[in-house]
């Protein structure tokens, strides 16, 4: 006998909240949370970063209490950034082991040393003209900067890192580093490839925040953000190359290709919801338009089911003060 009424009802698990927490297929945790901040030296007080409301430049006098707060806070992985103040065609300050990512890694780790320190290994921050490598001839050279890169690396594991994030952009850069570390004597500290990365407008408050000098683009090392093939190519290049952990960056405007990768690898798969997809959920909350709370979840919670196992946000540290 067929029924008058619908004989699927999906809506009997969704009746109260604990029948819909029993059948979430999704959720966060602190655990797969990593919290980017951004690390001045001879600054005296925090900076407020316009672009992004509530996130600040910290000064490095300042780092080790962060780095004890936001382990208390519950935080397990944090990427520093650092805002230079010594800057020069090459980035050498990246380079030397009293600069900048040397120093600010050293710090966290003795701060906190349950902290999984990533730093981001790149050198638009420490160069004078923005750019992500060495510029030879109007452009950046590829095989001088992942040269470069690979003792960036070992500058960063031997101040305590523990997994390097190379994001570049260069061809054969994960080969580089990973031989270069092998070679000093740190086989065992793992790269996090930002191995899917679009030459994307979302990077916006970021250049203010990590006070970019660069004019014009990075559209001749990253990627289209138009090609969904040459995005799974480019995850792919990095596993063959030994990258332990790949990474969609942008996140949001990207899950199908975090969908795409997660069914072509075996890695685990790291989203980046950068500076601009942050900026737009404050300005809109500020405006009154979303619940901040439920949309940063939202968010989140897609690149979770898109197939993404950690994700690196601005919102994390506020996410572990709300609690999850
Ligand atoms: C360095 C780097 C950038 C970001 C992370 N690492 C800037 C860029 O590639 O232009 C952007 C992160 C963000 O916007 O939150 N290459």
């Given at each position: 006998m067929s029924s008058r009424f619908p004989t699927t009802r999906l809506r009997r698990l969704r009746r109260t909240p604990a029948l819909r927490d029993?059948?979430?297929?999704?959720?966060l945790s602190a655990e797969h949370l990593i919290y980017p901040i951004f690390v001045e030296e001879g600054l005296d007080e925090p900076q407020p970063i316009n672009g992004m409301p509530g996130q600040y430049r910290i000064p490095e006098s300042q780092l080790a209490d962060e780095a004890r707060r936001l382990a208390?806070?519950?935080?397990?992985?944090?990427?520093?950034?650092?805002?230079?103040?010594?800057?020069?065609?090459?980035?050498?300050?990246a380079l030397s082991g009293t600069g900048l990512l040397a120093r600010m890694t050293r710090t966290i780790k003795e701060a906190a040393p349950e902290l999984v320190v990533i730093p981001d290994i790149c050198f638009c921050e420490y160069t004078t003209h923005g750019h992500c490598g060495v510029i030879c001839d109007d452009h950046v050279d590829n095989d001088i900067t992942i040269a470069n890169l690979g003792r960036q690396a070992v500058i960063a594991a031997a101040a305590g890192a523990d997994m390097v994030a190379p994001s570049a952009a260069m061809d054969g850069q994960v080969a580089a580093i990973r031989a270069a570390l092998d070679d000093a004597g740190f086989s065992h500290v793992p790269i996090m490839a930002y191995s899917t990365k679009m030459a994307s407008s979302f990077y916006g408050p970021f250049r203010e925040a990590a006070g970019s000098t660069l004019k014009g683009d990075r559209k001749a090392y990253q990627m289209d953000p138009m090609n969904g093939r040459e995005a799974l190519r480019e995850s792919l290049q990095d596993?063959?190359?030994?990258a332990d952990i790949l990474m969609v960056k942008p996140a949001m405007a990207y899950l199908d290709v975090m969908a795409d990768i997660r069914r072509h690898s075996l890695l685990p798969l790291a989203a980046y919801q950068?500076?601009?997809?942050?900026?737009?959920?404050?300005?809109?909350?500020?405006?009154?338009?979303i619940d901040e709370r439920a949309v940063v979840r939202e968010s989140l919670g897609a690149m979770r089911r898109a197939g993404a196992d950690l994700i690196l946000t601005y919102f994390a540290a506020q996410l572990l003060e709300e609690g999850l």
């Open positions: 029993l059948v979430r297929e999704n959720t208390a806070l519950g935080l397990r992985s944090i990427m520093p950034f650092g805002v230079s103040h010594h800057k020069d065609d090459i980035g050498s300050d596993e063959a190359e030994g950068v500076s601009g997809e942050y900026a737009m959920i404050k300005f809109a909350a500020q405006a009154g338009v």
